[in-house]
């Protein structure tokens, strides 16, 4: 299961898709980039792509990557560790309300399925319910 790191104004998950796991995400984010509109994109070094940041610039998104190193930059400007400091803590963020969303649904067990219509029963009302406690706490 991959789950796309697309947020709102304050800061809320909406875009996920339930995909095996051997994907690379950005694999899974170019499928899904057409559903991606006037908004910020989070993600790691994964998502470094020209193509795939042209794509999203037509959608009018903005995709937030870590500033890397390459061969011709050998090191990052201290505004440049300030932004990936300030990004990786709000990826952390977003990792620890997905740890959450696997551990409460337990969509590991999935795999006990037999039948696509099934799993994506599955999948989608473990995390529909999941949603609802974490709305009340």
Known sequence: M?????????????AFKVTPASPHDLTIARTMSDEFH??????????????????LIKNNVNLMTDVKLSKNKKSLSEDEQIFNK????????IEIFFSWLIQK???QKASLIRSITGFI????????????????V
């Open 2 to 14: 991959a789950i796309i790191n697309q947020e709102d104004s304050i800061g809320k998950p909406f």
């Open 86 to 93: 300030v990004l990786s803590s709000r990826r952390q963020s």
């Open 121 to 136: 029963f599955f999948v989608h009302s473990r995390i529909a319910i999941a949603l609802m406690k974490f709305a009340h």
């Open 105 to 107: 649904t337990k969509v």
């Open 38 to 55: 006037d908004s910020t994109l989070i993600g790691d070094k994964a998502y470094i792509s020209k193509t795939f940041k042209a794509d």
